[in-house]
């Protein structure tokens, strides 16, 4: 399916970063303009960093939603600041059962991403200490090479083919993509229920997950990133959510071994006093 999902649902929220922290999150004071787009010779974006200074992407503030006005209080409209357009908890369409299961995660999270299980979507581009972005096009490959968690990566193809007719349900999903001028529109099916696809509020989902990612590289420093979530199994309809990432200039990826010395206890009991062990255990 490569027609974008976005204009299916208009949700109304805001995503906003102070002028102080924007000038710290993209690694220049608020009186500096970020440099271009870094080109190929052939007028291509380069998603890479073998022509720039060494770096990593990162999300800033990136939730799958804002948190709903208080009482008597107007939402925030969007300004020609933001980015992208968010929606605030109430707005996003949960079936019954996954608004349950959405508010049991907010008191122990219990994520599979702290058990070095690794997560596709949203999650990966969101995980700790980065993500690397690299395009290969003799090879008609997009990989998103991630540093914390598992240390793995997603191959997106991006030589025309389809989604296999029974696709074998993975972390990453099936990964088509395409370019749309400057923006790489990335379709993916196939998820497993193994992980999350959102990090610490835990949106969930079903194996029926398609999702539609857009990333647009407005400048040297800014991606616009933008997903639609199409799970007929969890929502009542499709909804779309997005956030700015950050170059995180002179950062580099590093070897990060997952199962050695994790201090995520938290995250891996959430707030409960004590774990039996003896019993199953389902994320």
């Known amino acids: 399916m490569r027609s974008s999902l976005f204009s299916t649902v208009t949700l109304t929220g805001v995503f906003m970063l102070s002028p102080l922290a924007a000038g710290s999150v993209f690694g220049q004071s608020q009186q500096q303009e970020a440099a271009p787009t870094p080109r190929n010779p052939d007028g291509w974006v380069n998603w890479g960093i073998s022509d720039s200074p060494k770096g990593v992407w990162s999300v800033r503030q990136g939730t799958f939603a804002a948190p709903d006005p208080e009482p008597g209080q107007p939402q925030a409209d969007p300004d020609d600041d933001v980015l992208v357009v968010k ?93 749309e001028g400057d923006t790489l529109v990335v379709d993916t099916v196939g998820y497993n229920e193994r992980m999350w696809i959102s990090n610490l509020e835990g949106m969930p989902h079903s194996d029926q997950l398609h999702t539609t990612e857009r990333f647009t590289r407005l400048d040297f420093d800014t991606i616009k990133y933008e997903i639609t979530i199409d799970d007929p199994g969890t929502y009542t309809e499709p909804w779309s959510t997005g956030w700015r990432m950050a170059f995180n200039p002179d950062n580099e990826s590093f070897e990060f071994s997952c199962q050695e010395g994790n201090q995520a206890f938290d995250l891996m009991v959430g707030s409960m006093e004590e774990i039996d062990r003896s019993s199953p255990f389902v994320p």
């Open 87 to 179: 929606p605030t908890l109430s707005q996003v369409p949960f079936q019954p059962w996954a608004r349950a299961i959405y508010d049991l995660r907010q008191e122990n999270q219990l994520e599979p991403y702290t058990r070095c299980k690794p997560s596709g979507a949203f999650r990966q581009v969101a995980t700790a200490y980065g993500t690397v972005m690299v395009h290969f096009p003799e090879l008609q490959q997009f990989v998103i090479f991630q540093t914390g968690g598992p240390h793995t990566y997603r191959v997106i193809y991006l030589d025309g083919r389809d989604h296999p007719e029974n696709v074998t349900p993975s972390y990453y999903g099936h990964n088509i993509g395409w370019f």
